[in-house]
């Protein structure tokens, strides 16, 4: 399973659902790179002052400066009004898809709209944050469970569609595994005995099968 990582010291949930989208359907590694080029073009570095005072002093072994190898953590993530302002075709430059481009996009929108913000995600059950998540193009209920796992950090998450959960609730619970089953409505079932607490039994189930998470 592969969980979209948030820049450090980028918490909001507007950087975590749009890195969310960067991370789709993409190894880690990938993911990365074209995030730090999205930085590299649209991001603002936090401490260019310090960047240029350690160049001044570092050398290659010919004696010639070297500028430090800049990270993801060195940018700060472009603003909602940035971005919902940003053309697609350049946004493709650095390694986005079209539907990513516009993805991104839509999330920008409604969060400079106001439809999305911090107070609104604090104030709305798991259910009403899934059902303005999923309303917005390119992001289904996978993301929408992993941002209420690892962002939200709400407790009683039980992602249905991740298929690491539904191989391990089924080794856990003794039933059969197979493209169709368990459904949705027999994990529910299931894992009514964890409840307040799916988001933890999710973890071991995750741990069970040895899946490396954002928080392992």
């Not at 950087?15 to 995030?35: R, T, V």
Request: net charge neutral.
């Amino acid at each position: 399973m592969g969980v979209s990582r948030e820049s450090e010291g980028d918490t909001s949930s507007y950087i975590s659902l749009c890195q969310s989208i960067i991370y789709q359907q993409l190894a880690g590694k990938a993911a990365e790179a074209i995030l730090l080029r999205f930085l590299k073009r649209y991001g603002t570095r936090r401490n260019p002052d310090v960047d240029h005072l350690q160049s001044s002093m570092s050398s290659s072994s010919d004696g010639l400066p070297t500028a430090p190898a800049l990270s993801i953590k060195d940018f700060v993530f472009p603003s909602a009004e940035q971005v919902a302002g940003f053309d697609v075709d350049e946004m493709k430059a650095v390694g986005l898809g079209q539907r990513k481009a516009e993805y991104l996009k839509e999330v920008a929108i409604n969060f400079r709209n106001g439809t999305l913000s911090e107070e609104r995600l604090a104030m709305m059950s798991d259910d009403e944050v899934s059902q303005a998540l999923v309303s917005i193009r390119g992001i289904g209920q996978w993301t929408a469970d992993m941002f209420l796992m690892f962002h939200l950090k709400r407790p009683n998450v039980l992602p249905t569609l991740d298929l690491a959960v539904r191989k391990a609730m089924c080794q856990h619970f003794g039933v059969p595994f197979g493209k169709k089953t368990p459904t949705h409505d027999q994990m529910v079932r299931l894992g009514e005995i964890w409840e307040p607490y799916r988001s933890v039994a999710t973890w071991y189930m995750w741990r069970s099968l040895n899946t490396v998470t954002q928080e392992s």
